[in-house]
C-alpha cells in the first residue's frame, strides 16, 4: 500500500511548496506535482501517469479537494476511477477519506460547493470587469508571458516547443501569441 500525493496549481507563477510539505509531513513516498488548469483533467499528464499506476489499498492524497479538479463530475470520475483499481483518496483540508460510505458523501458535497463557489467568483469577477469598463479604468489582466520575446524567438526560427519551454509555457500560449501577432499577416506559426 503506497501513499501517493498530488499537487497542482494552476499558472507556473504560483508555488507548489506548501501542498509539497503537507503531503510528506502525511508520509506521502511519491508526490507528483503539475501547474496546469484544473478545469478539466485534458493535459494532467502527472494525475493521468498516478491513475495508470495506482494499485489495489493504495491512497491517492491531496491538501484540497479542488486540487483534484473545479468540476464536481470530474472530481467524482476521478475518485470513481481510483476506486474501481482498489485505491482510496484522501482530503487533507477538511480530513475526508472515500474508505467509508460518509467519506463519499461529504466529498460529493463539498465538490458541489467548490463548484458553486468558482461559478460565484468568476460572476464577481465579470462584474467588476464590466464596471471598470464602464469607469473606463480596465486595463485587462497582467501579461504573464513576454508576447515580444515569443514573436523574437519565433522568427529566429525557433521550434514551438523550444519556446515555450524556455519561456515555462504550454505550446498553446505561444500558438495562441503566434496568431494574434500574426493575426494580418496570415502566417501559419509552425
Given at each position: 500500500m503506497s501513499r501517493i500525493g498530488y499537487a497542482r496549481v494552476s499558472t507556473i507563477d504560483q508555488d507548489l511548496d506548501t501542498q509539497i510539505a503537507k503531503l510528506k509531513a502525511e508520509g506521502c513516498g511519491i508526490i507528483r506535482s503539475e501547474k496546469v488548469s484544473g478545469a478539466s483533467r485534458d493535459g494532467r499528464a502527472e494525475l493521468a501517469t498516478i491513475i495508470d499506476f495506482l494499485r489495489p489499498g493504495d491512497e491517492l492524497v491531496v491538501t484540497r479537494l479542488d486540487r483534484l479538479g473545479r468540476d464536481t463530475r470530474d472530481v467524482l470520475n476521478l475518485i470513481h476511477e481510483c476506486e474501481q483499481r482498489g485505491a482510496f483518496v484522501t482530503v487533507l483540508d477538511p480530513h475526508v477519506s472515500t474508505r467509508g460510505e460518509m467519506?463519499?458523501?461529504?466529498?460529493?458535497?463539498?465538490?458541489?460547493?467548490?463548484?458553486?463557489?468558482r461559478r460565484f467568483i468568476k460572476e464577481r469577477q465579470r462584474e467588476g470587469i464590466q464596471?471598470?469598463?464602464s469607469a473606463g479604468t480596465y486595463r485587462g489582466g497582467k501579461a504573464r508571458i513576454d508576447h515580444s520575446r515569443v514573436v523574437e524567438m519565433h522568427r529566429k526560427q525557433e521550434g514551438i516547443s523550444e519556446i515555450a519551454k524556455a519561456l515555462g509555457c504550454s505550446r498553446m500560449q505561444v500558438y495562441r501569441i503566434l496568431n494574434g501577432q500574426y493575426r494580418s499577416e496570415s502566417i501559419v506559426a509552425r
Open positions: 467519506g463519499h458523501i461529504v466529498l460529493t458535497v463539498l465538490g458541489m460547493v467548490a463548484q458553486m463557489e464596471k471598470a469598463k
